[in-house]
Nanobody
């Protein structure tokens, strides 16, 4: 069992930045691809981006490319989501999750999930 805890959410003005963190309870999480998802009220959970187990490769949903950056520090069992040039449409609860499948974008392919952290971008 892997427990994930997200933090770093909050309220920010459009154009601002936030950095989310996802801390894992186990060192073995470093073997997994890690993904970030988000879910806005009344909408389905959508993929944001993912990072390979060693941090060497990343992939993103088109609407966040060039604005969001995922990184990881396996020594700290932590994955980060740096969000810049935030827009009101980025407002959502953000979740991190693990998968054995690099490149996966569907939630059902992910195994362990955090509880989420709220990001609100005001216009």
């Amino acid at each position: 069992q892997v427990q994930l805890v997200e933090s770093g959410g909050g309220l920010v003005q459009a154009g601002g930045s936030l950095r989310l963190s996802c801390a894992s309870s186990k060192r073995t999480s470093s073997r997994y691809t890690m993904g970030w998802f988000r879910q806005a009220p009344g909408k389905e959970r959508e993929f944001v981006g993912g990072i390979s187990w060693n941090g060497g490769s990343t992939y993103y949903e088109d609407s966040v490319k060039g604005r969001f950056t995922i990184s990881r520090d396996n020594a700290k069992n932590t994955v980060y989501l740096q969000m810049d040039s935030l827009k009101p449409e980025d407002t959502a609860v953000y979740y991190c999750a693990t998968t054995n499948t690099f490149g996966a974008t569907k939630p059902e392919v992910y195994d362990y999930w955090g509880q989420g952290t709220q990001v609100t971008v005001s216009s």
